[in-house]
C-alpha cells in the first residue's frame, strides 16, 4: 500500500469507543491503521492452552474487526514478537507515527521503550498517551514530590485531582480510518490454543450495573452486588474513565476501589521489586511452612474450612472470587497454613480471569502484611466469624461445597486458634530477626 498512514496499537484498551490513542490518531493528518499484536512473549508462557483470558480476548478481536469493518477499514493481527511485528509493518506501509495508549507494568514498560526507540531509528513518531487510568502514578505525590505509600492520603490527593474538572471523553470519529480490504485472522487454533466458553461469563460492558447501593451488598458472597467489571477493565473492553463518571454519580465507596486499582498502579511502577519481593523488607525474613500437601489442599479447595474451600472452588470452576473471598482464601494461605504469599499470588494469577499483575501483588501482599498500607500481620482473618457475618445463611458456600456436612466433607486440616498462635509467632521471630 502507498501513502502514509498513522497506527494504533490495541493491547489492554481492546475498545473503538472512548479510546484515548485512537480518538487522538484518527483527529490527526494520515487515514489510521488499528492493530492489535497477539505477543508471543506473553503467549508462549501461559502454561495452560486452554486460557479463558486468550478467548476473551480473541472473541473480541473478532468483535473489533467486525466492527471496524462496517466502516470499509479493519485491525491488521499479528502473531509475533513486538519488534518483529513493527518490523514487517514498516515494509509494508509508511509509517507516519505511532500511537498507543500507556501501560505502567514492568514488561510492558519495557517493550514500549524498546519500541519507541525502534520508532525513533526509523524516523517514525511514537506517541503515547494516558487511557488505562484516570490519574497517572507521576500525578499523584506528596507536597515533597515523592509518592504516596499510604492508600488514605493518596486517595484524598486522588479526590482533589478528580475534581479539578471533568473527565475528557474521547469519541471514535470514523472519517479518517484506513479503506481496506478484509484482513486475515489466524484461527485461535492456530494460534495455539483452544476456545474456552468461560470467557463469556465476563462482563464486557458497564450494561445495567448501578453502583447506588453498592456499600450495603458488596461483602456478601452470595448477592450479585458488585460490578463484575474486573476483567473488563483488564482488557479495557471498558473505558475507567466511563466508571468512574458513574461513580461519581452514585457512590463513594465504589469510587474509592477504583482508586485502590490506580494506588496498586501506582506501587507496582514506582516500586517494581515488590514483583519478587516484600515491599517491607523484613517480611522477607519469615520462615514460610511452604507444606505442598497443604498447599495442594488449598487450591482445590480440601481444607475443611467451608468459605475458604467454597472460594477456592468458585476460583477453579469460573475464574472468578469475590473480593472477600479472596481475602478469606489468601488470610487462610499466609497466616493459617505459613505458605509463601508468592505461592498463592501465582495460582491467582493463572486462574483469575481479571488477573493483573498490580492489583494481584498489591491486594496479596496487604493480606500477608508485607505490603504497603498492609493489614498489620496480627489481623489474623477468622474463617469461621467470616462465614458467620458474610455468609450465614451458607447460600454461596453450599453453592461450591456441594457435599458439605456429609461425611464426605473434609475435616478442617489446621485448628483455627492453633494456627493462629503458631502464625503471630512465626511473624514475630521473622520480623524481630531482620531487626536484630
Ligand atoms: C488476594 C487478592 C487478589 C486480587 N487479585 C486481583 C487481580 O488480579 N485483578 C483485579 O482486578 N483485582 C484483584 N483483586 C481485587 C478485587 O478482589 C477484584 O478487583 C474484585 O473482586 C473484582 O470484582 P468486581 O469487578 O465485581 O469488583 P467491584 O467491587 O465491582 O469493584 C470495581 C472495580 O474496582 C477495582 N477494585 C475493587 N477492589 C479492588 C482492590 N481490592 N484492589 C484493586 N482494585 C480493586 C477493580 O478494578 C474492580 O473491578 C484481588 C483482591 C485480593 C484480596
Known amino acids: 500500500m502507498s501513502g502514509k498512514v498513522n497506527i494504533v496499537w490495541l493491547r489492554r484498551d481492546l475498545?473503538?469507543?472512548?479510546n484515548h490513542a485512537l480518538s487522538l490518531a484518527l483527529r490527526g493528518k494520515y487515514p489510521v491503521l488499528v492493530v492489535f499484536l497477539f505477543d508471543r512473549i506473553i503467549l508462549d508462557q501461559l502454561p495452560d492452552k486452554n486460557d479463558a483470558r486468550v478467548s476473551f480476548i480473541y472473541r473480541q478481536i473478532e468483535f473489533l474487526k467486525r466492527e471496524l469493518q462496517q466502516y470499509g477499514s479493519d485491525l491488521l493481527v499479528g502473531d509475533t514478537t513486538p519488534e518483529l511485528f513493527f518490523e514487517q509493518l514498516s515494509k509494508r506501509f509508511t509509517i507516519h507515527s505511532l500511537f498507543y495508549n500507556r501501560d505502567y507494568e514492568p514488561y510492558a514498560v519495557d517493550r514500549d521503550r524498546k519500541i519507541d526507540h525502534w520508532a525513533h531509528g526509523k524516523g517514525?513518531?511514537?506517541i503515547s498517551?494516558?487511557?488505562?487510568?484516570?490519574?497517572?502514578?507521576?500525578?499523584?505525590r506528596k507536597p515533597d514530590h515523592t509518592a504516596y505509600s499510604v492508600f488514605t492520603p493518596y486517595y484524598k490527593k486522588w479526590r482533589e485531582k478528580l475534581a479539578d474538572g471533568p473527565l475528557t471523553r474521547y469519541p471514535f470519529q470514523t472519517n479518517n480510518l484506513l479503506k481496506t480490504t478484509p484482513l486475515p485472522l489466524k484461527s485461535?487454533?492456530?494460534?495455539?490454543?483452544?476456545?474456552?466458553?468461560?470467557?463469556?461469563?465476563?462482563?464486557?460492558?458497564?450494561?445495567?450495573?448501578?453502583?447506588?447501593?453498592?456499600?450495603?451488598?458488596?461483602?456478601f458472597p452470595a448477592k450479585n452486588a458488585t460490578s463484575r467489571l474486573s476483567t473488563a477493565l483488564r482488557f479495557g473492553t471498558v473505558s475507567i474513565r466511563s466508571l468512574v463518571v458513574q461513580a461519581l454519580k452514585e457512590n463513594e465507596v465504589f469510587l474509592k476501589e477504583l482508586a485502590w486499582r490506580e494506588f496498586f498502579i501506582s506501587i507496582l511502577h514506582l516500586y517494581p521489586h515488590v514483583v519478587t519481593r516484600s515491599f517491607k523488607p523484613q517480611y522477607d525474613a519469615i520462615t514460610w511452612r511452604n507444606d505442598l500437601k497443604e498447599f495442594e489442599l488449598w487450591q482445590k479447595g480440601l481444607t475443611g474450612y467451608p468459605l475458604v474451600d467454597a472460594a477456592m472452588r468458585e476460583l477453579n470452576e469460573t475464574g472468578y472470587m469475590h473480593n472477600r473471598m479472596r481475602m478469606v482464601a489468601a488470610s487462610f494461605l499466609c497466616k493459617h497454613l505459613l505458605i509463601d504469599w508468592r505461592w498463592g499470588e501465582s495460582y491467582f494469577a493463572q486462574k483469575l480471569m481479571d488477573y493483573e499483575l498490580a492489583s494481584n501483588n498489591g491486594n496479596w501482599q496487604w493480606v500477608a502484611g508485607s505490603g504497603c498500607d498492609a493489614a498489620p500481620y496480627?489481623?489474623?482473618?477468622?474463617?469461621?466469624?467470616?462465614?458467620?457475618?458474610?455468609?450465614?445463611?451458607?447460600?454461596y458456600t453450599r453453592r461450591w461445597v456441594r457435599e458439605l456436612g456429609s461425611?464426605?466433607?473434609?475435616?478442617?486440616i489446621v485448628e483455627h486458634s492453633i494456627a493462629r498462635d503458631r502464625a503471630l509467632q512465626t511473624y514475630k521471630e521473622g520480623l524481630a530477626s531482620f531487626s536484630s
Do not use: M
Open 15 to 18: 475498545r473503538l469507543e472512548d
Open 378 to 395: 496480627f489481623r489474623v482473618f477468622n474463617p469461621y466469624s467470616q462465614q458467620e457475618k458474610f455468609d450465614p445463611q451458607l447460600t
Open 407 to 412: 461425611s464426605k466433607y473434609p475435616k478442617p
Open 124 to 126: 517514525i513518531e511514537s
Open 188 to 219: 485461535l487454533q492456530d494460534l495455539g490454543f483452544k476456545y474456552n466458553p468461560l470467557e463469556s461469563t465476563f462482563k464486557r460492558h458497564i450494561g445495567d450495573f448501578s453502583a447506588i447501593h453498592y456499600e450495603q451488598n458488596r461483602d
Open 129 to 140: 498517551l494516558k487511557d488505562h487510568v484516570v490519574l497517572e502514578p507521576q500525578e499523584i
